[in-house]
Every structure is written in structure tokens, then in C-alpha cells.
């Protein structure tokens, strides 16, 4: 099964030999299992892997939670964002970093941006899919917004969410049955 970032990884295999693209997916995978030294060691001493967007994105989660540079990690995220918009590993990393920035808010808000990045991106849809294993970052950002708690959209998203019209109506709909 290719990944987002293999699949990213792979597109430039005339300038990257198997070693280095090979690497780049342990180092990866060594990151998302919360190895970020290593994976930061690693990423700065292989400046040929600098210039994919994936590892751009990576590298700025591990700066952030290493050296708590937080400007910097959030311009490689969104630089690799703007590479390559459409990948959901991409808000991951992006999100990892304003939860270290302490940025709930941003951080939730990159998550869900992630997760809308699948075809067929409805939220119970792709709870469903990612339990059964269809997509690695998709399963890596609902582990981010279970550890925060994923709280369903607002029954009024211009409103609050702590606007007493969302709670009251919330409730309501939750006693029914519709929500």
C-alpha cells in the first residue's frame, strides 16, 4: 500500500537513488512512530532530500519538537503546502506544530483540512476507512484528534461553538437522536 508521501517520494526517483528513497521512507515512518532526533539527525545530514516537499514538511515537525523553533517549522509546513496542497501529510505535520506552538485551535483546523484532502472526504466516511487501514495519514490525523478529542461541527458554524444557541441546540439534537 503507497502512502501519500511515498507515493510523493516517488515522483522524483530519476533524481534520488533506491538508498536515498528508501531512507527517506525509514526516516519518515521512524518520525510519525515519535522518533523525531532521529529523524531530524537524519534529514539535516541528507540535504539531497531537502528538496522534497514531504521531507520539507517532516523536517520542520522535527524542528519544531526538538529545538522549539517554532517560525521556522511553520514556514517549512506551509512551504511544502504550497508545493504540494493536496497532501493530507503535509496538514499533519502542519498541525503537529501548532499543537507544540500550543495552538489548539490551528491545530484542529490543519487536522480537518488534512482529512478533507481523500476522495469522498465525509468525516464518518473516512472514520470508517481509516479504522479499516485505508490510509496511513488519515489514521495519523484522527490519532491526533482523538488525543484531542474529535468533536462534531457546530449546529451553527458561524456562531461559537460555546454560544448558547449551539449548546442548547446540540443537546437537543443529541436527545433525538440526529446527531
Known sequence: MMTAVMTEL???METLDHAEFENAQRVIFAIDRGD???GLIALECSPQLRRLPA???YLGYCIAKERGRLRDAVRLCQSALTAEPDNPAHYLNLGR??????????????????????PGAEAGVLVRRAQRGHSR????????LRRLGIRKQAPFPSLDRRHPL?????????????R
Open 55 to 57: 521531507v520539507e514538511s
Open 10 to 12: 516517488a515522483h522524483p
Open 36 to 38: 523525531t532526533l532521529h
Open 166 to 178: 449551539n449548546r442548547v441546540t446540540g443537546k437537543l439534537l443529541a436527545t433525538l437522536g440526529l
Open 97 to 118: 506544530v501548532f499543537l507544540i506552538a500550543q495552538d489548539k485551535g490551528k491545530a484542529i483546523a490543519a487536522f480537518w483540512k488534512g482529512i478533507s484532502k481523500a
Open 137 to 144: 495519514e488519515h489514521n495519523l490525523i484522527l490519532e491526533e
